[in-house]
């Protein structure tokens, strides 16, 4: 049976992008999947105190030492 769920789920997925396209398709399942945890309390976990220039940095720092 979690076969036939998976072959079901993949082809819902392709279907989703042939008809939406990739970002249509995640954004309909990201409307239509349920989340979980604390979203906010994750977050004040993340970044703390830090200011969004301070994370910006952060961001583009990580992104140059990558390349």
């Known amino acids: 049976m979690l076969k036939i769920l998976k072959e079901i789920k993949e082809e819902g997925w392709e279907a989703l992008v042939e008809r939406l396209g990739i970002a249509g398709a995640t954004m309909f399942i990201m ?17 703390g ?6 994370i910006i940095k952060g961001i583009k720092s990580s992104k140059s030492s990558k390349e």
């Not at 409307?31 to 970044?47: N, P, Q």
């Not at 105190?49 to 301070?54: C, G, M, V």
């Open 31 to 47: 409307e239509h999947e349920g989340g979980y945890g604390d979203y906010t309390e994750e977050r004040r976990k993340i970044f």
């Open 49 to 54: 105190q830090k200011s969004l220039d301070e």
